[in-house]
């Protein structure tokens, strides 16, 4: 099935550092979202994109919708420990209802 | 005044047992979902409703039941419960079909022994 992969995998970076990591897709999307989840948490939106191109901040986060429409990525400035939990990309496939997740990249800032 | 909430927030139950979790949203929204979150923390869609109709049903085995009395709760009912149902369950919704902004639950750990 459809996939989006998301990279880094993982990312071990010193508080203060900014924070880069992407989300691809072999097929195009009309929407992408950006999720944090906290440990034993559900996932919380952090930025929706809805156009290509489209460049969208939320306090130090922000995020851009790809122009081919087949990725994104979210850049996290000056990082804080409280910006640790994994990320999650998502869009709904292309006229359906249903929502996919990335594989998620997992944050962990050391003081 | 919690959005998506779910019950119970932890199961531990025995293999072949029949369980179910909850959910409750007050937000309003027309669509519900439920996604299974295996221990690589990869997100899986099971189910969707839109307005108490069964929109997405992946392949998910039938002892899987979802049930939504009205368009505010959405339940999901799983028989003869087998180790590999271990997971976390998470409930969401969102505002209309076709709006893919959904809003999670907490989660449901589900233990299987």
């Known amino acids: 099935g459809q996939q989006l992969n998301q990279s880094p995998q993982s990312m071990f970076i010193q508080e203060g550092e900014d924070v880069s990591m992407n989300c691809t897709s072999s097929s195009i999307f009309n929407t992408w979202l950006w999720y944090k989840q906290d440990p034993g948490e559900g996932p919380v939106l952090l930025i929706a994109l809805y156009k290509a191109g489209e460049l969208t901040s939320n306090g130090r986060l922000t995020a851009q919708f790809g122009i081919t429409r087949k990725d994104s990525f979210l850049n996290i400035s000056a990082s804080i420990p409280s910006d640790v939990g994994i990320y999650f990309c998502a869009g709904p496939i292309y006229n359906t209802d249903k929502l996919i997740f990335g594989t998620g990249t997992r944050l962990q800032v050391f003081p | 005044d919690t959005a998506v909430s779910q019950t119970p927030k932890y199961l531990v139950t025995q293999m072949g047992n029949d369980k179910s979790i909850k959910c409750e949203q007050n937000?309003?929204?027309?669509?519900m979902y439920w996604y299974k979150q295996d221990s690589k923390k990869f997100l899986k869609i099971m189910f969707s409703y839109n307005n108490k109709e069964l929109i997405i049903n992946e392949t998910v085995p039938n002892r899987f039941s979802p049930k939504s009395p009205d368009k505010a709760h959405l339940n999901l009912h799983i028989n003869s419960l087998e180790l590999g149902d271990s997971a976390v369950y998470f409930c969401?919704?969102?505002?209309?079909?076709?709006?893919?902004?959904?809003?999670f639950g907490q989660g449901t750990r589900l233990t299987v022994v």
């Open positions: 937000l309003g929204h027309d669509t």
């Open positions: 969401a919704s969102s505002p209309a079909r076709g709006e893919a902004e959904a809003f």
